[in-house]
């Protein structure tokens, strides 16, 4: 699956060869002259694909410079708001939950953490998505964070789909439970793996 950078990348490269095969055409044959409508449109198609490719994106890195230091003033809060540590600039590692809950009481905390954790991160878009989307090239860092507080949305899932295994044991919920947990400590693991990757891009974003 191609990235968004990756696909950009290869709609430029093909709209560059299309450019030049025009151009060939025009240097090489009178083909342009014999067919007036097809020359406006190739003439169009140019005038197009200059804008899309140098004029837009000259403005747009001006626009990324000139808010620099308010991006990385965005990029360092949503670090220090997701961070274990917010003390540490040059490594930082999402909070941990806890993938194991042995007992009613930690897995409520579980709960609860990754509620408090999905509502920092979706304070977070709310507060800086917009300026970030329209003033810095972060689409990737503000997936991420979508996907982190999706996987957050999923870990309370399954940790309140562990609670009658905690409160009535039977055997029901607590063959529930030996399906469940797994799960529920892969999906931890994974919402540590994916949080650490994000906040070391965001890391190595405000350091530039």
Known sequence: MLTHRALRFALSGF????VAVIIWVDLSTDLWQKYVVMSGLAG???TFVLSALVIDRLISRSAHERWAPVT????????????????????????????AP???DALESLIAAAAAERDVLAATLAQWSTFLASSADVVDLIDGAADL????????????GLRPAFIAPDADTVATR???RP????????YHEAGDALLAQVVRRVGR
Not at 15 to 18: E, G, P, S, T, Y
Not at 183 to 190: G, H, K
Request: zero cysteines; charged letters at 30%; hydrophobic letters at 50%.
């Open 183 to 190: 799960e529920l400590a892969a999906e931890i693991a994974a």
């Open 149 to 160: 507080a999706t996987r957050l949305d999923r870990i309370g899932e399954l940790a309140v």
């Open 44 to 46: 169009g198609l140019i």
């Open 178 to 180: 030996v399906t469940v």
């Open 72 to 99: 990385r003033l965005a990029l360092g809060d949503f670090r220090r708001r997701l961070s274990a540590d917010p003390s540490r600039h040059d490594v930082a590692t999402v909070r941990r939950l806890d993938d």
């Open 15 to 18: 709209a560059l060869l299309v």
């Open 102 to 104: 042995g007992a009613a």
